[in-house]
Nanobody, 120 residues
């Protein structure tokens, strides 16, 4: 049984940093892709960044490029959020799949989300 769960969200001042963690179980390490998404109140879900399976290449939306990064360790995938701004406030979700979906929301396995709030 595949399970995905996020942690690490919280309240941070503008300019601050957070590290979000995505824990996966039931998937073979380095053989699944992970996407990070976010959804702000009243808005649709949008892709943030993703990491491919075996090659572990990362891709980011323009707003995240240069500020956010993704690292991995065993069955953990981390989303590093730097230089946070109030507009980054959202629920952040981790999603995983054996297939590659880039930043499309077609991942098979999703976590429950972790809230990131950035104060001005």
């Amino acid at each position: 049984q595949v399970q995905v769960s996020e942690s690490g969200g919280g309240l941070v001042e503008a300019g601050g940093s957070l590290r979000l963690s995505c824990r996966t179980s039931g998937l073979t390490a380095d053989q699944y892709a992970v996407g990070w998404f976010r959804q702000a109140p009243g808005q649709g879900r949008e892709g943030v960044g993703c990491i491919s399976g075996s090659s572990r290449n990362t891709f980011f939306r323009d707003f995240a490029e240069g500020r956010f990064s993704i690292t991995t360790a065993r069955n953990m995938v981390y989303l590093h959020l730097n230089a946070l701004q109030p507009e980054d406030t959202a629920m952040y979700y981790c999603a995983a799949d054996q297939d590659w979906h880039s930043l499309r929301g077609e991942y098979r396995y999703w976590g429950q989300g972790t809230q990131v709030t950035v104060s001005s």
